[in-house]
Nanobody, 122 residues
Framework: QVQLVESGGGLAQPGGSLRLSCAASGTIFGIYYMGWYRRAPGKERELVATRTRDNTTNYGDFVKGRFIISRDNARNTVYLQMSSLRPEDTAVYYC????????????????WGQGTQVTVSS
């Protein structure tokens, strides 16, 4: 089994910064991508950012240079550095990863973390 453990959420003021971390552990033969989605109350889940093992990135349109995703492949950890935070960034942020958990196939299983709350408010 694979566990995704997030940390770094909390309260920030508008214009402030937070850094989220997500560490994967368990039976891991490879991670094809790791990243972040978020869900605000009453809204659909949306992409924040993902990063593949070879460092291809995909950002949600709302980021506009404010967020940076990075990844430590050796430690199976992904980070989200958030700056210039806005109240509309308030949401539960979920770590997401496609993990190869068995030999003999390139197929990956998708895992989700438990979520970490980010609140942006003065």
């Amino acid at each position: 089994q694979v566990q995704l453990v997030e940390s770094g959420g909390g309260l920030a003021q508008p214009g402030g910064s937070l850094r989220l971390s997500c560490a994967a552990s368990g039976t891991i033969f490879g991670i094809y991508y790791m990243g972040w989605y978020r869900r605000a109350p009453g809204k659909e889940r949306e992409l924040v950012a993902t990063r593949t093992r070879d460092n291809t990135t995909n950002y949600g349109d709302f980021v506009k240079g404010r967020f940076i995703i990075s990844r430590d492949n050796a430690r199976n950890t992904v980070y989200l550095q958030m700056s210039s935070l806005r109240p509309e960034d308030t949401a539960v942020y979920y770590c997401n990863a496609a993990v190869r958990t068995r030999l003999g196939t390139w197929a990956a299983d998708v895992y989700w973390g438990q979520g970490t709350q980010v609140t942006v408010s003065s």
